[in-house]
């Protein structure tokens, strides 16, 4: 549908312009100061996009924007009524509906064209925009071409401002808005174009390298993720794998230059360890823990990373993208980055539409939301997690100093082993089945732990942990100590209770309630193992 495998939802902020104090307003009274100030308003200069700005009150205040890759003639009107509606919804659901609305198409010539030509050729997409917007009662003040260095307008009729052969654009950094921008540490990031490449997957010799390690990755790790509690395993190594690779990251010596920088980082990350994060971040959890690493010092390495990661996709694993680049977007917009997280996130929606991970960000990014709430969340979560892993630590160890104080009494027989090793199985950490202990130290004291910060709120958790282990061997020890009603040697030896319900002949049959398989009343612990696929569109 657009240009640049660009993804066809449109890119809105329904954010102000500026975030200035009233006295650094800055007024635009011509096309030409409005095409300058275009690029200061994205952060980018457009390529091949449609551009909206809404208009607010008599002054016309900038309000939301919305870009989108200019669309094939044939899907115009269609188009032309969703991003009017769009912008218009936008602004409505914030309480602001617009005034009016200038629109920019901008594009460069292509294949001998002139700008000029380019302007007639868009004409009619202008014409259908202005359309849309006006029958949604908000008018188009105003609509540009911007196209091989020069403008025009589709609106105004004055050719001593506006002649048919367009007006040339000003030189960068040389207006009164540019001055403003500076002066409110607004930069720009160059072209869209090029804040795209860094993101596209790499070519040549080194693209055949990185498409073979990724064969290699994919026929170890595949079939360990589908393993059931080896998933886990790769889990935590692709996780590690990642802090070690970030630290390098962070420790690299800054170079400048976007495309020298992209360069070091693709020599400091080998085409294997790219292959197996690659692989490893298709897995959900794996990927919303990585999404932790979003602030500090160490946040514009992460970012380099997930930026590296993506040139690392290399046909035909282009789809794997969608993680790497999502979480880029994610990095972006939490430390302020809006211009680079929408086109990460746009770039992510193009390698996979139906990644929900991606979809719920673009949104949440482009609705004007605080990335505070969702770093928030994300903290909870890690300390949650280190609350939990406390317990099952704590748990581990109070089960082992218990198997080794306890030890089976004088002629007892296969029944207390059994239940000395059952009990032993109960509070252990097995990987893939929660303890009891663990379980309930979560249930009980998880949520509290986690509004409480630091080491206390650890130190709570094992403390229960302590509690509930103790009361669990307590238990153990009572049910072991009660009356029996088979003799202290092997079962069936000297009975002085009543027989099995098979009878003390029975061949095959328990005798007395605990039969030889375990203790009386408790039924062996079953595992299950579940498949998760080795990658996933959430």
Known sequence: MTHHNESSRPSTDSSAAWNTPPDAQITLRSPAELADALPYLLGFHPNDSVVMLALHGERGRFGGRLRLGIPGPDEWPDVSRQLAETLIAGCDKRGARPDGIVLFLCQDPA???????????????????????????????????????????????DERCCPPDGAPLTPPGTSVMAAAAAYAG??????????????????GGRALEQQSALDAAAADLVPRILAGTAGRTVRQETLDLVSLVVGRFHTAR???????????????????????????LQDRTTRDHAAEWMEGPRAPAVLRLWR????????????????????????????????????????????DPEYLFAQLLHRACNDGMDPEHLRRCLRRERADRAVHTAAHAEAARA???????????????????????????????VP?????????????????????TGATGVMEAMGAAKVMGAAERADARRRRDRPATAGAGPAGAGSAGPAGPSGPGSPGGPVGP??????????????RGGQQGARSRS
């Open 514 to 527: 605990a039969g030889a398989g375990g203790p009386a009343g408790r039924a062996r612990t079953r595992r």
């Open 432 to 452: 893939g089945m929660e303890t009891a202990v663990a379980r309930d130290a979560a249930a009980m004291d998880g949520r509290e732990a986690m509004e409480v």
């Open 308 to 351: 590296a990661l993506a040139r690392r996709c290399v046909p035909p694993y282009t789809e794997h993208a969608a993680a790497p680049l999502a979480l880029a977007g994610w990095v972006a917009w939490s430390i302020g980055d809006h211009p680079e997280a929408r086109v990460a996130l746009s770039r992510a929606l193009s390698a």
């Open 111 to 157: 294949g001998g064209e002139t700008g000029r030509q380019v302007m007639e050729r868009l004409r009619p997409l202008a014409q259908s925009l202005r359309l849309a917007c006006g029958g949604l009662d908000v008018p188009v003040y105003e609509a540009l071409c911007l196209s091989d260095g020069r403008y025009w307008s589709y609106c105004c009729p």
């Open 254 to 280: 800054p170079v400048v230059g976007r495309a020298e920088a992209d360069a070091r980082d693709d020599d400091l990350l080998a085409a294997d360890e790219a292959a197996a994060v690659i692989l490893g």
């Open 186 to 203: 607004i930069q720009v990031r160059g072209t869209l174009r090029e804040m795209e490449a860094r993101y596209a997957p790499l070519a």
């Open 399 to 429: 089960a082992a100093a218990d198997a080794k104080s306890r030890k089976p009494a004088t002629g007892a027989g296969p029944d207390a082993v059994a239940e000395t090793d059952e009990a032993a199985v109960m509070t252990s950490p």
